[in-house]
């Protein structure tokens, strides 16, 4: 199936870092994506990286990919309370679609 | 304005009244999507459409219809509402090139009593 998986809840203390792991199912997908929703929001892309690349830093933003066992992570770096949503993870596993993740919500602690 | 807007907003009704969502949007968008959100399990896909005369099912479209009425407007209709249809809908577009980069209205929160 195209399971993308995501644990359900994170919770941080303001200005620490935040590491939200995905484990996706399909090797073919060309892009990777994380969106965010903020309360009573639609989601809005993050960030997205290329199959063919390791890592994307843009500015706060590292993602990771990790082909070999399907893994991508975002780390947001001094997370703010302006940082708290859920975030999805998701791939294009055909030009046609996009599987997204289950969703974290990430809680930051003033 | 909204790129892409989605109408009503919230919206209650009763088991078995057919409800249409609706939207439309500005971005010039070829494709179409129609989610609903759910917790605990993320965005499902319920119907696609690339183009006006093109429609697609998702993985959950059973009990569910669609109208692309112009590329502009895309509607999602319950023809006899459950309770289980109650949810949040989110409609979304994307362009047609390689990136496939969702654009999402604020959603509509559906509740089916």
């Known amino acids: 199936g195209e399971d993308v998986e995501q644990s359900l809840f994170l919770s941080v203390r303001e200005g620490d870092s935040s590491v939200i792991n995905c484990t996706y199912t399909d090797s073919s997908s060309t892009y990777l994506y994380w969106y965010k929703q903020e309360p009573g929001a639609g989601l809005q892309l993050l960030t997205y990286?290329?199959?063919?690349?390791d890592m994307k830093q843009d500015q706060r933003l590292t993602v990771l990919l990790n082909k070999k066992d399907k893994h991508l992570s975002l780390r947001i770096a001094d997370t703010q309370t302006g940082d708290s949503a859920i975030y999805f993870c998701?791939?294009?596993?055909?030009?046609?679609?996009?599987?997204f993740g289950t969703g974290t919500k990430l809680q930051v602690i003033p | 304005d909204a790129d892409v807007t989605q109408t009503p907003r919230n919206r209650i009704t009763k088991t078995g009244k057919r409800i249409m969502l609706e939207c439309s949007q500005t971005?010039?968008?070829?494709?179409m999507y129609w989610y609903r959100q759910d917790p605990g399990l993320g965005l499902r896909l319920i119907y696609y459409?690339?183009?006006?005369?093109?429609?697609n099912k998702g993985e959950i479209s059973d009990g569910y219809s669609v109208s692309r009425q112009a590329q502009a407007k895309f509607s999602l209709s319950l023809e006899s509402a459950i309770p289980n249809q109650t949810a949040l809908y989110f409609c979304?577009?994307?362009?047609?090139?390689?990136?496939?980069?969702?654009?999402f209205g604020a959603g509509t929160r559906l509740s089916v009593l």
């Open positions: 979304a577009t994307s362009d047609s090139t390689g990136r496939n980069i969702q654009y």
């Open positions: 990286i290329f199959s063919n690349m």
């Open positions: 971005k010039g968008h070829d494709r």
């Open positions: 998701a791939e294009n596993p055909s030009y046609q679609k996009v599987t």
């Open positions: 459409s690339f183009d006006v005369k093109d429609i």
